[in-house]
């Protein structure tokens, strides 16, 4: 199954999933996804390599959402965080932004490499090819080491 190939950690990319609703995910494909506090952990689920647990997470969901969205994070960025601050990946510089509007740190576009359709299971990558956080963002750059 295609989708498959996209729920699971490698030896590339640490693979997270956030849950949500289908009329939602445009906005996280084109701005990213916003975490409370930076924490993308309390947002999203981290995906082990093993596919049979990488299933069982990816099978878990809250009602009324029928999307997963898929965030690969490059396995070298993630070494490159001190342990200390992984909790709070979104408020790195070059994986997160502040968004303007939203007030809240935010992944990086770039690294939402897709969403799942939970009724069908059908794979759709990023459709935007220019993957960069919303105008404005620049101002808060400040915030980040």
């Not at 993308?40 to 647990?53: C, F, R």
């Not at 009724?119 to 993957?131: F, G, I, L, Q, V």
Request: proline share 6%.
């Amino acid at each position: 199954m295609e989708y498959q190939k996209h729920i699971r950690t490698d030896e590339e990319n640490n693979v997270f999933l956030h849950r949500t609703h289908t009329s939602l995910v445009d906005a996280i494909m084109r701005e990213g996804l916003g975490c409370c506090a930076g924490d993308l952990l309390g947002t999203a689920t981290w995906q082990p390599s093993d596919l049979e647990n990488a299933e069982g997470l990816y099978r878990q969901t809250h009602k009324g959402n029928n999307a997963v969205v898929v965030i690969k994070i490059p396995t070298s960025r993630i070494k490159e965080i001190p342990k200390s601050s992984r909790n709070s990946i979104a408020t790195v510089k070059g994986i997160g932004y502040f968004h303007p509007n939203r007030a809240e740190f935010t992944i990086r576009p770039e690294f939402v490499d897709g969403w799942i359709n939970r009724e069908t299971d059908a794979y759709t990558p990023n459709p935007y090819e220019n993957r960069k956080p919303v105008e404005g963002y620049e101002q808060f750059e400040d915030m980040f080491d």
